[in-house]
């Protein structure tokens, strides 16, 4: 998954079991129609027992990174390799999150690269299991005044992916991990071999997709209209169709 769809402000297909802070903490999100990476979404996370809303960067800076950025591509972890993996294995053991989504956009490449939107058939919200990750860096940076002080934080997550058979062809069938909401607190509260088990045996939603415009292509859209239905056999438009990425 590189590009998805955050429109909350309706409270429309929440869970009628999330928190009323929560819920309206979730309804006071801006709505986005093409978040991509480096750029911030809602994130559902737990802290001290409570939960908490936050807008965090997509594309997870583990903490030993010496700048608050990464070479690793890190917006998406596979589900099996996340809870041995170097980027991943403190941020799983400690800081499991979900990500609310709308739906996303995923790209058919048995042909010509079509974008097509995923999301619940039945419209509600779908939350997608997810790492989280606070980067404060070891070195102290000069002030404006010439003190010198801690970097700021960076809050940054990523989703986890694995096969997913209900997500509807012709695209490939992997995906984000979704949980329902009766599986929220174990999920970020539980041990990390449990966590896995709950991931793993998490019951597909049912999905639809339909196609959508190569518009969404470009980074510094972001609107409604990117979810207006197309035509699959539309032309490629100039100068987007070589930043189309790969969605898995």
Sequence with gaps: MRRFVQAL???SGLPASLPQGVRAALVELPDHYNISVRQPAGV???????WHVGRLRWGLVPSWEPEPATRYSTQAARLERAPKSR????????????VPITGYYKWDRSSKRQPYFVQAADGAVLFAAALWECWTGSHMAPSDDGNLLPPEPVYSFAVLTHPNPAIPEPLTPDGPVFLSADVFDEWVTTDPRRALRIALRATAPRLEAYAVS???ADRRLDDYSLLEPADPLEAPLDGLDDDIEDDD
Excluded: D, F, K
């Design 214 to 216: 190569r518009r969404v």
């Design 9 to 11: 402000s309706s409270g």
């Design 44 to 50: 559902l996370l737990a802290m001290h027992e409570t």
């Design 87 to 98: 980027l991943y294995r403190r941020a799983w053991a400690e800081r499991r999150c979900l």
